[in-house]
């Protein structure tokens, strides 16, 4: 069945305020775009990030809960389906990047090992690449600020480092290219583009799958295609992992070409999981309000949805520590770049934030069995954890863009910064909705359902 008239009523309340939100706020993005494209770009392209974590970890944790079952996922299935059917709209989404291809990404117009790096950097023997400032030898403090030592890393008079860190590296130079081998003939701009085009391929084939499947599924009580769509789920997690990683390597690494973690992609993926089952029990708690989950709802089965967040939020706190660890401790010239971006100046702060509010709160809190046992306690914890996670994607993504070397965070933050993904999320949101509107809250065909159910304690 359809959702009743009181769910359908507020779902559609929802929905066209979020549109116009979105709508004001692209339009206001459009604005921007034409004054000032390079913060657009900035803020497009985190915000673009985020949606693309919220619809991919629906698709992962729709096939995790086809593995592993239990009436969590039962609850949450149907905004599963439609978040993952989303992505057609987050791969139009994706145009925008493509369009500014280079001016995003430094390597599109100086690819590596090309001939223009004899003409850009004929003379290798100057220390700082700003002329009047003595360069200094520096290594990564312990709290992350420069101080003098004998590593590679320059550090000039006025504050700005040189060489491979502190100032996105030029992709030409020649020991770069020894660095980076490989990416070569990866960082392209066709081949780019032609891997995004499979990467959205996959994922529209995988997420039309699985709901094409549910509905067909409901309507022929098929236990053979139940059991298919499990069987399929678990090489699907592979292909999501593979792809999900090389694309955000592709988006989201490739803004410093010379720097690498083999955590990154592991990192966000973790980072879209979190972000999805936050979303997930907000959209449960409006639900549940409304008598559309009935059977489902018990505090067993909240319970379960809070020690996901609580794995997650314990997962993401461990890769983000690891990291930040391997790279501190080896304090490599090719490597530590990218925290002296996020730890110096205002940035610090929003690192400090996101130990704070990402993490340490809501791991305290998430300990609490009555709280996890408590919708309206648990959603509460869930919105916090969306918009650190909003955060989190910002303090990844946007210091990439300060070309001329780490600038305080005051002085780099836009008003763009606000309204692109307040007009991105809102689109998003509203499409989201609309696939939801059209869907069977419940799920009632599942050979999985009833003893679930049971479990749970349902009836």
Same mark, same amino acid.
């Given at each position: ?8 009523a ?30 657009? $770009? ?26 592993? #079952? ?16 989303? =992505? ?7 145009i ?5 291809? $280079?001016?995003?990404?430094? /390597?599109?117009?100086? *690819?590596?090992g ?12 100057? %220390? ?8 200094? @030898? ?6 992350? @600020? ?16 040189? #060489? ?6 030029d992709?030409?130079?020649? !020991? %770069?290219? !020894? ?33 094409? #499947?549910?509905?067909?599924? $409901? !309507? %022929? ?26 694309a955000?390597?592709d988006?989201?690494?490739?803004? !410093? ?11 966000l ?12 029990? =907000? ?11 009935d ?30 660890? =391997? ?10 770049? /990218? ?26 809190i ?16 869930? +919105? ?21 070397? *780490? @600038? *305080?965070?005051?002085?780099s ?19 989201f ?9 419940l ?5 999985e ?6 479990? +749970?304690?349902?009836?």
């Amino acid at each position: 069945m359809n959702p009743n008239g009181t769910a359908l009523a507020l779902i559609d309340k929802i929905r066209s305020r979020a549109l116009v939100v979105g709508i004001a706020g692209a339009a206001l993005s459009l604005v921007g775009a034409i004054t000032n494209r390079h913060q657009f $770009d900035r803020a497009y392209l985190f915000s673009f990030v985020f949606v693309l974590g919220l619809s991919l970890g629906s698709m992962a944790l729709l096939m995790l809960h086809r593995q592993l #079952g239990g009436a969590w996922g039962f609850l949450i299935r149907r905004p599963l389906e439609a978040s993952a059917m989303t =992505i057609p709209l987050v791969a139009v989404l994706f145009i925008p990047v493509l369009v500014d291809l $280079d001016k995003i990404y430094p /390597w599109v117009n100086h *690819p590596p090992g090309s001939d223009a790096q004899a003409t850009e950097h004929p003379d290798p023997k100057p %220390t700082s690449p700003v002329e009047g400032f003595p360069a200094v @030898k520096t290594e990564l403090h312990p709290e992350g @600020k420069p101080e003098a030592s004998k590593t590679p890393m320059n550090v000039d008079a006025g504050g700005r480092t040189s #060489g491979s860190l502190g100032v996105r590296r030029d992709p030409l130079e020649a !020991e %770069t290219a !020894e660095l980076i081998g490989f990416k070569k003939w990866w960082l392209d701009k066709t081949s780019f583009t032609i891997r995004a085009a499979l990467y959205f391929f996959v994922w529209i084939v995988m997420a039309a799958i699985f709901n094409i #499947g549910s509905r067909r599924q $409901d !309507e %022929t009580r098929s236990v053979s295609l139940a059991y298919g769509l499990q069987a399929f789920s678990a090489p699907g997690l592979v292909i999501y992992f593979l792809t999900t990683s090389l694309a955000l390597v592709d988006w989201g690494m490739s803004l !410093e070409p010379d720097w690498y973690s083999s955590l990154y992609g592991v990192l966000l993926i973790i980072g879209q999981g979190l972000s999805t089952i936050s979303l997930m029990i =907000i959209m449960t708690a409006i639900l549940c309000r409304r008598g559309e989950t009935d059977g489902l709802d018990t505090n067993e089965t909240f319970n379960d949805l809070g020690n996901l967040l609580l794995a997650f939020t314990m997962l993401w706190g461990y890769l983000s520590f690891s990291q930040f660890l =391997i790279i501190w401790s080896g304090n490599l010239a090719e490597e530590i770049p /990218w925290y002296t971006r996020r730890l110096s100046y205002g940035w610090v702060n929003m690192g400090r934030f996101l130990m704070v509010f990402h993490f340490a709160i809501p791991f305290l809190i998430l300990l609490s069995r009555p709280l996890k046992r408590n919708i309206n306690a648990l959603w509460k914890v869930a +919105a916090l954890m969306l918009g650190a996670r909003l955060v989190d994607v910002y303090w990844q993504i946007t210091p990439s863009f300060n070309y001329d070397g *780490p @600038k *305080p965070f005051l002085q780099s933050v836009s008003w763009l910064d606000l309204v692109v993904p307040v007009g991105v999320i809102g689109l998003w949101f509203s499409f989201f909705l609309w696939q939801l509107r059209g869907k069977p809250l419940l799920v009632v065909q599942d050979p999985e359902l009833l003893p679930a159910l049971k479990q +749970a304690g349902g009836h």
